[in-house]
Structure formats: C-alpha cells, structure tokens
C-alpha cells in the first residue's frame, strides 16, 4: 500500500472541494504559461522537491498528452496576447544536448498545433543553421538584439516564449511585456528555498481539505547560510549542517 493508493477515496470524496481550492488560486496569481516540478514517492510520503519554471523535457510527452498541452498553450497565448500570430521560442545554447534539441522540436509542434507560426534560435546560436536532434537537425533563425528588442530574421516576433534558465543573468531583448514565462523567474534571482516558502502554506491548506497531515506532501529542508563550496572548511560545516538536520 502506498500513500496514493491509501488516499485514493478521501480525493475522490474531496473533488469538488479540491477543484474548487484550485480554481481560487488560479484566480489570486498570474499563472505561468508552463513549469514542471520534480518529485520523489517514497510510498509513505510523497513530495515535490524541485520547481522548473522553464521546463525541458516535452520530448517525454506521452502522445495521449500532447493535445491537452497544445489546447493549454493556446488557451494562454490567447488570454495574455490576443493578437498574436508569432510566437519566437529562446531556448537554452545547448548545441551537443541532443534530448534538449528534441525538447524544443516538441515545443514548437505544439505551438504549431495550437495555430501559430514558431521559430527558435538565441544570438549566441547565430553560427548555427540547425541544431543536431536525435531524429534530425532542428532549423534556427537569425536573431540579433536590437536597442534592447530582439529581432527574429529583422522582424520583431509579436511573443517570446522563454525557454532559458538565465542561470547566468538576465538577457538583452528580453524586457519587453511579451515575454513568459517572465525572465525576472530565472535562477539569477530565484531560488529553491523561496519555492519552499510559497509552497508549504499551499501544501497546509490542501492538507486540511483532505484531511492529512501535510507532512506527507511536503520535504523538509532548511538554509545553510553563508557557505562557500569552493572552500573545505565550508564543505565541512555544510556537511556538520547537514548531519545536524537529518538527526532531528
């Protein structure tokens, strides 16, 4: 038995409730247009213990999926830009990561499919025609930053769909409104502990719906401040840190 199976009727029995508490939420925040989460089930708890708001794995998508991703994307494109006709996807420079290339091949199908025109390709991909892809190479478009507008080919695409952890900063060309997920949600600012903070009030209040204790859905975790992994003696009082927490 495990704590899904265990929980099967207590959701069946709070569906409307649950689907209730969700739409409120959903109502309170500007969701982001995609995001996908990493979690582990040990059978007696299960948890999200990671947040990708720029996700990389739509290759993955069973095909059963796929259209209830591409009615998604529209629905979103549709509400937050009503008018537009191009959508320029700017992913990652991962030029030798072949499943991330099958990544963004299915990501632009999927725009594709929900009846806009997609291209892809960031000015540091501008030596590069196509991306090699584990069923073929993937086409690019010129791009180029602009008096801080990125132009795809010379033109101005009317959205860009972010696709990039900005792990190393923010980007020129990406300032614009017509950006999302918005580039202020890159690892330069956000951070793992934060996603914590929002969630476990979140976790609290769907707990009390069901009627569990929300310690089975949510990780534990804590913030070791001020340490330096380059340096062993930091090394050391992470792991003491770490030794300290897994004991309580």
Not at 134 to 156: F, S
Not at 169 to 191: A, D, F, H, I, N
Not at 228 to 243: G, H, N, P, Y
Request: proline fraction near 5%.
């Amino acid at each position: 038995m495990t704590l899904v199976h265990d929980l099967s009727s207590a959701l069946d029995d709070k569906r409307e409730e649950i689907v209730a508490w969700m739409a409120q939420k959903r109502s309170e925040i500007d969701v982001p247009i995609y995001g996908s989460v990493d979690i582990r089930d040990a059978g007696w708890k299960i948890a999200v213990v990671d947040a990708n708001q720029f996700p990389a794995g739509f290759n993955n998508t069973s095909e059963s999926d796929l259209p209830h991703l591409t009615e998604g994307i529209a629905a979103h494109i549709e509400r937050h830009h009503p008018d537009c006709q191009w959508v320029h996807i700017y992913p990652e420079s991962h030029t030798r990561n072949q499943g991330y290339v099958e990544n963004l091949r299915t990501l632009c199908q999927l725009v594709e499919r929900a009846g806009y025109r997609c291209t892809i390709g960031n000015p540091e991909l501008d030596g590069f025609d196509a991306l090699n892809g584990i069923h073929g190479p993937l086409p690019l478009h010129q791009v180029e930053v602009v008096d801080d507008v990125l132009l795809v080919q010379g033109q101005e695409p009317d959205f860009i769909l972010l696709n990039n952890d900005l792990t190393d900063g923010g980007l020129e060309g990406l300032s614009t409104k017509s950006v999302l997920p918005r580039p202020q949600m890159g690892w330069y600012q956000r951070k793992k502990s934060q996603h914590f903070d929002f969630l476990r009030p979140l976790i609290e209040e769907i707990s009390e719906i069901i009627g569990i204790d929300p310690w089975h859905l949510i990780c534990e975790s804590f913030v070791s401040e001020e340490k330096c992994l380059e340096k062993e003696a930091c090394r050391i009082q992470l792991a003491s840190d770490v030794d300290v927490f897994l004991a309580k």
